[in-house]
């Protein structure tokens, strides 16, 4: 154990792990690069935020990592899609030869001015969170390509809109992971019934929200008066838009941070309380063997 908290990256820092001529970027909002085996990975091997929208493409090769604690093997002709709040973490290579990847990254900030576009695909967080690994057909392939080269061109041009042109592109990969993803539950579950756009963003900046103050907060209330609704109508919201009430969700995230804490930080029980904001530590302690069926301990030596 070798960190007390989870490190949490900027573009910056995620340019440094990136040792190749091949890397591009756009101050430090935006980076595009293509793995060799020179690059450094060293940040990434203990959990730790980006923050980010990320989409990689593995083009040949293969590595093992996890995402919020769920664990994925990455294999050639597969995508991945990180989200700013997602914890992440990749082991160690252990062959040679080191895995052929295309990463793009982009800042909130960047993409701001598309922000409306970007939420409307968010509107499946629930699914991406749950799904951020893809097996892409042979068509979604071609198309990924044809995005890359374009952004790559597009980049090394001099004409006077690049910047907005490069931005509107990488929206456009987020978009067909979106629709590669929408796909994919449409053709493996029976139709549902409809959700209003409406109750979507809603559910969506909830999510959002939940994000940034779940450590502090984990009442109903402050999320409802943030997005200026009354509790019970935020709850009613949430349950018919995701299944699950906004309290499952709220608990989601402060478990995953416990989780993660316990397993990879040297913190005793006592500061991870304090770290998560609870009165005391047999408040945690109650609150954890609740929502998992284990102590803290427990949890720490499995």
Same mark, same amino acid.
């Given at each position: ?9 900027? /573009? ?13 970027? *756009? ?19 203990? @959990? ?39 914890? /992440? !973490? *990749?082991? @160690? ?13 982009? %800042? ?6 598309? !922000?409306?576009?970007? %939420? ?7 699914? *991406? ?6 097996? =892409? ?74 994000? !940034?103050?779940?450590? !502090? ?13 009354? @509790? ?14 906004? @309290? ?13 804490? =316990? ?31 284990? %102590? ?7």
């Amino acid at each position: 154990m070798e960190t007390k908290k989870l490190n949490s990256f900027s /573009i910056a820092k995620v340019k440094e792990l990136f040792l190749t001529d091949d890397i591009i970027n *756009i101050d430090d909002d935006f980076i595009m690069a293509d793995r060799t085996n020179e690059a450094n990975y060293n940040l990434l091997r203990y @959990p730790c935020r980006i923050n980010a929208y990320m989409v990689a493409f593995c083009k040949k090769g293969s590595f093992k990592g996890s995402m919020n604690l769920k664990e994925y093997e990455i294999h050639e002709g597969m995508m991945v899609l990180n989200l700013p709040q997602n914890i /992440i !973490r *990749i082991e @160690p290579n252990e062959t040679e030869d080191a895995p052929e990847l295309t990463i793009i990254a982009v %800042t909130e900030q960047f993409l701001s001015n598309f !922000r409306s576009d970007i %939420t409307k695909m968010l509107n499946e967080a629930m699914l *991406i969170l749950d799904n951020p690994c893809i097996t =892409l057909q042979p068509d979604e392939l071609a198309l990924v390509q044809q995005h890359i080269q374009l952004i790559n061109a597009a980049i090394h041009s001099n004409y006077a809109y690049a910047r907005e042109g490069i931005s509107h592109l990488i929206s456009s990969v987020f978009f067909l992971f979106g629709s590669f993803l929408n796909q994919r539950m449409l053709n493996h579950s029976e139709a549902e019934q409809p959700v209003s756009t409406r109750h979507k963003i809603v559910f969506e900046r909830f999510l959002d929200l939940v994000t !940034r103050y779940h450590i !502090r907060e984990r009442n109903v209330g402050f999320y409802a008066d943030k997005l200026c609704i009354t @509790p019970k109508y935020l709850s009613k919201i949430v349950k018919e838009t995701s299944g699950e009430s906004a @309290p499952y969700w709220i608990d989601q995230y402060v478990i995953l941070e416990a989780k993660q804490l =316990l397993k990879h930080s040297d913190c005793g029980i006592k500061e991870i309380a304090d770290e998560l904001n609870f009165p005391n530590s047999s408040f945690f302690f109650k609150y954890f063997k609740k929502h998992t069926g284990m %102590t803290p301990n427990q949890y720490r030596n499995s």
